[in-house]
């Protein structure tokens, strides 16, 4: 099992995920903290658990700009789709699949205390060296 925290620290390490994925994307932090709220509105359709750690998610995600509009969001280890016109379109890594990413980071910490390793995450780095 992984180390326990206490709220301050669960803060704290929370915060360097978030700094260390707004890295990875190459976005100001305030853009990925857009995308922790647009996760805590969202709902989750499906998680993929093989009982040892969580390998994906699927979420609603609401729309930040249209009433009654939802984007429909796959996150895993080998890659991320979603609905919104940023990412089938033009292919980019919006703000619902990072706020995929958030969701499945959270739900690993609190079943499994693992926290998600970007670097492991090839079309995360894929995505950053396409621009």
């Given at each position: 099992?992984?180390?326990?925290?206490?709220?301050?620290?669960?803060s704290k390490r929370l915060k360097e995920w978030l700094l260390?994925?707004?890295?990875?994307?190459?976005?100001?932090?305030?853009?990925?903290?857009?995308?922790?709220?647009?996760?805590?509105?969202?709902?989750?359709?499906?998680?993929?658990?093989?009982?040892?750690?969580?390998?994906?998610?699927?979420?609603?995600?609401?729309?930040?700009?249209?009433?009654?509009?939802?984007?429909?969001?796959?996150?895993?280890?080998?890659?991320?789709?979603?609905?919104?016109?940023?990412?089938?379109?033009r292919g980019e890594v919006c703000k619902h699949i990072v706020?995929?990413?958030?969701?499945?980071?959270?739900?690993?910490?609190?079943?499994?205390?693992?926290?998600?390793?970007?670097?492991?995450?090839?079309?995360?780095?894929?995505?950053?060296?396409?621009?």
């Amino acid at each position: 099992m992984a180390e326990e925290l206490t709220p301050p620290q669960l803060s704290k390490r929370l915060k360097e995920w978030l700094l260390e994925l707004a890295s990875k994307l190459n976005w100001r932090i305030d853009k990925v903290l857009d995308s922790y709220r647009l996760a805590q509105r969202s709902e989750i359709i499906d998680v993929r658990d093989d009982g040892k750690s969580i390998n994906g998610i699927r979420l609603k995600v609401p729309s930040e700009t249209r009433d009654d509009t939802y984007y429909y969001v796959s996150v895993g280890p080998y890659g991320a789709k979603c609905t919104c016109e940023a990412s089938v379109i033009r292919g980019e890594v919006c703000k619902h699949i990072v706020a995929g990413l958030v969701m499945w980071n959270m739900l690993s910490v609190i079943k499994y205390g693992k926290w998600l390793d970007l670097n492991e995450l090839e079309w995360l780095r894929q995505s950053q060296d396409n621009e």
